[in-house]
């Protein structure tokens, strides 16, 4: 039975998942495992990435590289995301990756990535026909409608936990001034999207990526992530709300000592609840199922469909 890895090399964090199948309905989940390197560290649109921050991205693909080969995979798809579409510099990325791993890299855009991740949540989750899918990454935010097996619409927003925190939130623990800020440019930041969004809802809201699958792990109390009692919860606004009342006020190290929230995530896990509450308000939705599956599981099932992958251009 063949066997794949897909590596989703984000603005925050790295992940891998090895599978095994030859059809969408055979395939089967052998590992998964993820590390936060912050590839977009003080990245600004058209700037150049931070050697510091290539160098702990490269180490992580390498090292998934390697436990994928140890299980028996033989082909691997790398996947750039909104870090690798800003950046002045991805194909100088790309190659220190071909040369450290003798991988190709694929630089997919904002719009493709909505559709993966519709593809890898319905896949793991039994949803309705019709659903909106929010993925809030660190670096973008993406929207994407499904309508049956079709996309309708898939919006990118530049609105991620990553630059957003850098931007507003200056203090440790927040200065809630910035906190109003920040959420005051997340709205005007959305509201362009409505026009094209609301003549589609109301639809159910599905939740995907580090934020709301951390904030599902929080809000059901868990001692240690279980992927199985996060993947399919109902995550209500007001146990968002109630947790940014309980996170706010704790230094970035005192959010890192809870369980559940990785060091890496505890100094952006702020600016991703100000995200998902306001598409909450937005939208006029009071809750969102949260989905453990999404892109990485989009891009092997795009892949067992005979995709190439779009390639960022050589």
């Avoid at 989703?8 to 090895?18: A, E, I, K, P, Y």
């Avoid at 798809?77 to 694929?106: H, K, M, Y």
Wanted: one cysteine or more.
């Amino acid at each position: 039975m063949p066997r794949r890895a897909a590596i989703d090399v984000g603005t925050n964090t790295v992940r891998l998942l090895v599978v095994e199948g030859e059809t969408r309905e055979g395939l089967r989940v052998l590992h998964e495992e993820q590390i936060i390197t912050r590839l977009g560290q003080g990245l600004a649109e058209g700037k150049p990435l931070h050697p510091e921050a290539v160098t702990r991205t490269l180490d992580a693909v390498h090292r998934f590289a390697e436990a994928a080969r140890s299980r028996g995979v033989t082909e691997i798809r790398v996947i750039g995301t909104s870090a690798l579409r800003e950046a002045r510099d991805p194909r100088v990325f790309a190659r220190a990756l071909r040369e450290t791993t003798g991988l190709d890299l694929l630089v997919i855009s904002g719009e493709e990535e909505a559709r993966l991740a519709v593809l890898g949540t319905r896949w793991g989750l039994g949803l309705p026909s019709r659903f909106l899918l929010i993925d809030i990454g660190g670096g973008s935010t993406e929207f994407s409608l499904a309508a049956g097996e079709s996309v309708q619409v898939a919006l990118s927003a530049r609105l991620g936990a990553v630059h957003l925190t850098e931007r507003f939130l200056t203090q440790d623990p927040i200065a809630w001034d910035e906190y109003d800020a920040m959420t005051h440019e997340i709205r005007v930041r959305l509201l362009p999207l409505l026009p094209r969004l609301t003549p589609h809802l109301p639809a159910p809201l599905v939740g995907t990526a580090g934020t709301v699958t951390t904030l599902a792990a929080l809000d059901l109390a868990l001692s240690s992530y279980d992927r199985q009692r996060v993947h399919g919860h109902h995550l209500r606004r007001g146990a968002i709300e109630r947790l940014l009342g309980r996170l706010g006020p704790l230094r970035i190290a005192q959010r890192a000592e809870l369980p559940c929230i990785e060091p890496g995530r505890a100094d952006i896990i702020i600016a991703g609840i100000a995200i998902c509450l306001e598409i909450l308000e937005i939208a006029g939705a009071d809750e969102l199922i949260v989905s453990d599956y999404g892109l990485r599981e989009g891009i092997l099932l795009d892949w067992l469909s005979g995709s190439h992958g779009p390639t960022f251009p050589a």
